[in-house]
């Protein structure tokens, strides 16, 4: 077992899917791609293929996961599938236990450009917020889809990712929120500038 103080060195791609494995199942590379794009994705970032599969070799080579060739369903050739091992679920503990949590960097490309609102025209400062209230509400709904779906087959186990899905959700609608109050203000400014 992997006390606090024994938590291996792992980079963030390296827990996102040790963490993927640590609701019991087991699952391929292509698997933990799905589940990341559904989960992860919404709120931190989801690893891409190439990402997955270096991690789930570096997993295996420290002990913290396992694999195993299974056959085929249906005449294509066989896969491999992975399993956290007792030794990388007392990681993972202890890692989300213990491990400083950063807090939250804003990186915000439409912020950004709200912020050089002066260098663009009206139009395209509205165009921008638009695209951006639009990608928040689809995600908004995607979160909301995948939060029903889960709920429908969730045992116990699910009860935080289902939390972490509702946050998602609420993230979302929040910024769809604030980009109709950010055109709000600007069509506000537009009227009241005293050099219109």
Same mark, same amino acid.
């Given at each position: 077992?992997?006390?606090?103080?024994?938590?291996?060195?792992? =980079?963030?791609?390296?827990?996102?899917?040790?963490?993927?494995?640590?609701?019991?199942?087991? !699952?391929?590379?292509?698997?933990?791609?799905?589940?990341?794009?559904?989960? !992860?994705?919404?709120?931190?970032?989801?690893?891409?293929?190439?990402?997955?599969?270096?991690?789930?070799?570096?997993?295996?080579?420290?002990?913290?996961?396992?694999?195993? @060739?299974?056959? =085929?369903?249906?005449?294509?050739?066989?896969?491999?599938?992975?399993?956290?091992?007792?030794?990388?679920? #007392? #990681?993972?503990?202890?890692?989300?236990?213990?491990?400083?949590?950063?807090?939250?960097?804003?990186?915000?490309?439409?912020? @950004?450009?709200?912020?050089?609102?002066? !260098?663009?025209?009206?139009?395209?400062?509205?165009?921008? @917020?638009?695209?951006?209230?639009?990608?928040?509400?689809?995600?908004? @709904?995607?979160?909301?889809?995948?939060?029903?779906?889960?709920? #429908?087959?969730?045992?116990?186990?699910?009860?935080? =990712?289902?939390?972490?899905?509702?946050?998602?959700?609420?993230?979302?609608?929040?910024?769809?929120?604030?980009?109709?109050?950010?055109?709000?203000?600007?069509?506000? !400014?537009?009227?009241?500038?005293?050099?219109?």
């Amino acid at each position: 077992m992997v006390d606090d103080e024994k938590v291996p060195a792992l =980079p963030a791609t390296g827990w996102a899917v040790l963490g993927l494995l640590s609701f019991g199942r087991e !699952l391929s590379g292509y698997d933990l791609k799905k589940w990341a794009d559904r989960s !992860l994705g919404l709120f931190y970032w989801s690893p891409s293929f190439s990402q997955i599969y270096a991690e789930l070799k570096r997993l295996e080579a420290a002990g913290l996961a396992g694999s195993r @060739l299974v056959a =085929p369903e249906s005449g294509s050739r066989d896969k491999r599938v992975y399993r956290i091992t007792e030794e990388g679920l #007392a #990681a993972v503990r202890g890692w989300a236990r213990s491990a400083p949590v950063d807090p939250p960097v804003l990186k915000h490309g439409p912020m @950004l450009r709200l912020w050089l609102g002066h !260098l663009l025209e009206p139009e395209r400062t509205r165009e921008i @917020l638009a695209g951006h209230r639009e990608h928040a509400e689809t995600m908004r @709904l995607r979160a909301a889809s995948d939060t029903a779906a889960a709920e #429908a087959g969730a045992d116990a186990s699910w009860a935080y =990712p289902l939390l972490t899905l509702t946050w998602a959700e609420r993230y979302y609608a929040a910024e769809r929120d604030l980009a109709d109050a950010m055109l709000a203000d600007i069509e506000e !400014l537009e009227r009241n500038r005293p050099w219109h």
